[in-house]
């Protein structure tokens, strides 16, 4: 039996990548699960899939998780060090679907004990991409990509050289506010925001996908997986979510990954690679899609494009200021401090004290200093909210 283990097994991901496992109940051993806040949903997972332990990330929630799980046999545990401890849990393969930089220390303890981390959290590769990739490569872990993006250029790489790639294409639906005329933005509420028009996600990752900042997570994490240069990557608005990329070779040939919005598709790829298996998605009828859009992202609307591509010419520590600047503005635009466009102003600016500070910006890609260089970007991040809001 396959040992596995979901990180962030409450969330929209986790809860996909549960649905593929619970039908192949007997091909599973279920080592560690772990959650946030949703521990009533946990510890019904963790009975239902009899895990070993279930893990809420919050200290204060282990009364009720232990409370939730009486009787079954199963460990409870809380706080970082014991998510730290069930990363440290053999396991074949783990799903990395924790919302945010605190996937980051899981995912590397998974991988140094050599296994295949299917990586759902983006943030990952944001943060800390030369980092994942060492840590990967020096205890014989493997990456693969879950991001629908990154799942369809990985499937439409294989059997490729990747000295014959042009450029890789990654779709974007628009978000929310696609057809939004661009003076109404300012006054975009969170329910409006945190409504997406083809895919059922989590909020956050559904906010970023209306500001992009969710497509300029996955420009970085484009370049960080795949070892392209900025220059070749594009990012186009196609609404209707169908094509997930494409990559353009020397030949002029492009290769399409074609399918519906369901990320069991690009969950199941991981699960079973380098098999295909049959996966309970649907399947297209191009006669009644009739037609596909597309159009150029607009640069007033989707600023934060602009702003991954200066983080991916500058590398390095960059993308963990670019998202801890990015996760606080998005908490406080959740709490109704801020407004929807002033999110894009803030890690602009916090970006700018970035490449003022003298030392940060070439220090070594440590865990440590990516720690730290997270907490100071949100440092910065609730400064230049303070100094705005006057
Ligand atoms: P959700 O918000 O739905 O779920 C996040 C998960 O992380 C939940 O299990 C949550 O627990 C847990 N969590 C929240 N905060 C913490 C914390 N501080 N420490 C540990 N665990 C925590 O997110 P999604 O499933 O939408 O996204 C997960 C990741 O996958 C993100 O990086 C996202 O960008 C990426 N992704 C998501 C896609 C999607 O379709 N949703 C598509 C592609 C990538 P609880 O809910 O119990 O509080």
Known sequence: MRRVSIFGATGSVGQNTIDLIARDPGAYDVVALTGGRNVAQLAADARRLKADIAVTAFDDELDALRAALEGSGIAAAA???????????????????????????????????????????????????????????????RLLPVDSEHSAVFQALVGEDMSAVERVI??????AFRDWPLDALKAATLAEASSHPNWDMGQRITIDSASMFNKALELIETKEYFGVRPDQIEVIV??????????????????????????????????????????????????????????????????????????????????????????????????????????????EEVLARFEAKAGLIDAAMTLDNVRNTDHLARQWADDVMAVRAG
């Open 79 to 141: 706080g970082q060090a014991a998510l730290c401890e069930a990363a440290a849990r053999p396991a074949d393969w783990v799903m990395s679907a924790i919302v945010g930089a605190a996937g980051l220390e899981p995912g590397l303890i998974a991988l140094r004990q050599g296994a295949t981390l299917a990586l759902a959290n983006k943030e990952s590769l944001v943060c800390a991409g030369a980092l994942v990739l060492e840590t990967a490569k020096a205890h014989g872990g």
């Open 170 to 175: 990654i779709t974007a639906s628009g978000g």
């Open 238 to 347: 196609h609404p209707e979510s169908l094509i997930h990329a494409m990559v353009g070779f020397n030949d002029g040939a492009l290769m399409a990954h074609v399918g519906p919005p369901d990320m069991r598709h690009a969950i199941g790829y991981a699960l079973h690679w380098p098999d295909r298996r049959a996966l309970p998605v649907s399947r297209l009828d191009f006669a009644q899609i009739a037609q596909l859009n597309f159009r150029a992202p607009e640069d007033a609307r989707y600023p934060a494009l602009r702003l991954a591509r200066l983080v991916m010419e500058r590398g390095g520590l960059s993308g963990a200021v670019f998202n801890a600047a990015k996760e606080r503005s998005l908490d406080a635009f959740i709490a109704g401090r801020i407004g929807f466009l002033d999110m894009a102003a803030i890690v």
